[in-house]
């Protein structure tokens, strides 16, 4: 199974600031990488595929980069409606999909 | 509009069963896959299981953790994917997600739009 690191656990983030999250994986899954953010109470919500494309409706705020086993989740300018916590799934292998612990970003 | 919406849940004693449901709406659910992803309070997303569109089989895979006391099926005629989960164990106290699965090529795709959940409290 391969494990997915995500890093740091919680962001303190000023809105308007920049944050980056960090995700790595124990083996390479090339592009197959997918970001999701999660307010309290609600379901996931796809933002990024393909390490790097957006999903749709999603700002062009968030932007995702990498590949092989390091890969970046970029909030351009933290927004209030940002604060939530995001999680990386690779999804190279089929049937064992992987999910990160997640990362927290809360407001600075 | 692809809508998700899961239904089933509640409060369950240990060792008992239950059903969830996951009717969706606005795409051909026939065409998809589907999989079930579970949140324990305060933790992570553990995925549980999916099943194949009839096209392919429509066979099951399941997390290794749960294999033999879950089971997912689908009725493409009404646009519902079921988990069936038995032998019910505290640990099992979660929300549970259904999924869309998204076919990306050359992967094993990854979940589009997600119902909103249903919370199963496993507890004596």
């Known amino acids: 199974e391969i494990e997915v690191t995500q890093s740091p656990a919680t962001l303190s983030v000023s809105l308007g600031e920049r944050a980056t999250l960090s995700c790595r994986t124990s083996q390479s899954v090339g592009r197959n990488l997918a970001w999701y953010q999660q307010k309290p109470g609600q379901a996931p919500r796809l933002l990024i595929y393909g390490a790097s494309a957006r999903a749709t409706g999603i700002p062009a705020r968030f932007s995702g980069s990498g590949s092989g086993t390091e890969f970046t989740l970029t909030i351009s300018s933290l927004q209030s409606e940002d604060f939530a916590v995001y999680y990386c799934h690779q999804y190279i292998v089929r049937p064992t999909w992987t999910f990160g612990l997640g990362t927290k970003v809360e407001i600075k | 509009e692809v809508q998700l919406v899961e239904s089933g849940g509640g409060l369950v004693q240990p060792g008992r069963s239950l059903r969830l449901s996951c009717t969706a709406s606005g795409f051909i659910f026939g065409d998809f896959e589907m999989t079930w992803v579970r949140q324990a309070p305060g933790r992570g997303l553990e995925w549980a299981g999916f099943?194949?569109?009839?096209?392919?089989?429509?066979?099951?895979e399941y997390a290794a953790s749960l294999k033999g006391r879950f089971t997912i099926s689908r009725d493409d005629s009404n646009n519902i994917a079921y988990l069936q989960m038995n032998s019910l164990k505290t640990e099992d106290t979660a929300v549970y997600y259904c999924?869309?699965?998204?076919?990306?090529?050359?992967?094993?795709?990854?979940?589009?739009?997600w119902g909103q959940g249903t919370l199963v409290t496993v507890s004596s």
């Open positions: 999924a869309r699965i998204y076919p990306g090529l050359g992967s094993s795709g990854w979940f589009d739009f």
């Open positions: 099943i194949r569109s009839k096209l392919n089989g429509g066979t099951t």
